[in-house]
């Protein structure tokens, strides 16, 4: 009778585990499971079926779940449209200065302007996207 209990607990906590997705109560669904499975091989009291319950389901948790949580981890999102062009090369195609200038950046042409105000970069210079502010790159010839 008590595996049986403890079998219906392994599935109920696999099952909610699929509302959260954290892989926590995934390793308590595996501790219930493994005493489900002693209980059912033994006839030994419930408090040791408890104590198999919390050392499998500790196990899980400190020894497989850090390796489950990175390999299933998703990876940072690939930045895409104006976030991915800083950092990027872009080369003057007029004169950039504080108030004009244009550069063509990843095919496109964009008006552009210095990082540093103070600085005028001529034309066939290549520099670097430091951010995009509204319709305009800010860009930076660097040392």
Do not use: C, N
């Amino acid at each position: 009778m008590a595996a049986l209990i403890w079998l219906v607990a392994s599935v109920l906590l696999a099952g909610a585990e699929a509302l959260t997705g954290e892989l926590f109560l995934l390793m308590l669904a595996g501790g219930a499971l493994a005493t489900a499975g002693f209980s059912a091989l033994t006839d030994f009291p419930v408090w040791l079926d408890a104590v198999v319950f919390g050392v499998v389901s500790i196990a899980l948790i400190v020894g497989v779940r850090p390796t489950l949580m990175r390999r299933f981890a998703t990876p940072p999102p690939t930045p895409t449209g104006i976030d991915a062009l800083p950092g990027r090369q872009a080369l003057v195609l007029e004169d950039v200065g504080e108030h004009s200038g244009r550069v063509k950046l990843a095919g496109d042409e964009w008006t552009a302007r210095p990082l540093d105000t103070t600085e005028v970069y001529p034309a066939g210079t290549t520099v670097t996207v430091m951010e995009i502010d509204g319709a305009t790159a800010v860009v930076w010839r660097g040392p």
